[in-house]
């Protein structure tokens, strides 16, 4: 059974770093597409960054600059590292595994960021 785990949500002041971490299991993690989305309150989910299992990323327009997705295949943990945050970032934030056509989605964790 796939299962992602996310942590590392929370409050944060504007300008602010969090780094999120999503731990995966009942996958190939090496061979997998990881990836982070988001929703605020009222509107639909987005892409915020994607890594291939060869290490290709891509990010949603309003984040590159800002943020950073790593993978640790050794660790089945793929990484958000969130830096100079903005009001707009906050949402919740979701981990999403794509392996072999299976689509899995984590809990989500919450990010705000609120002066």
């Known amino acids: 059974q796939v299962q992602l785990v996310e942590s590392g949500g929370g409050l944060v002041q504007p300008g602010g770093s969090l780094r999120l971490s999503c731990a995966a299991s009942?996958?190939?993690?090496?061979?997998?597409?990881m990836g982070w989305y988001r929703q605020a309150p009222g509107n639909q989910r987005e892409l915020v960054a994607v890594i291939t299992s060869g290490g290709n990323m891509n990010y949603g327009d309003s984040v590159k600059g800002r943020f950073t997705i790593s993978r640790d295949n050794a660790k089945n943990t793929v990484y958000l590292q969130m830096n100079s945050l903005k009001p707009e970032d906050t949402g919740v934030y979701s981990c999403k595994v794509d392996w072999i056509g299976r689509v899995a989605w984590g809990q989500g964790t919450l990010v705000t960021v609120s002066s």
């Open positions: 009942g996958i190939a993690f090496r061979s997998a597409t």
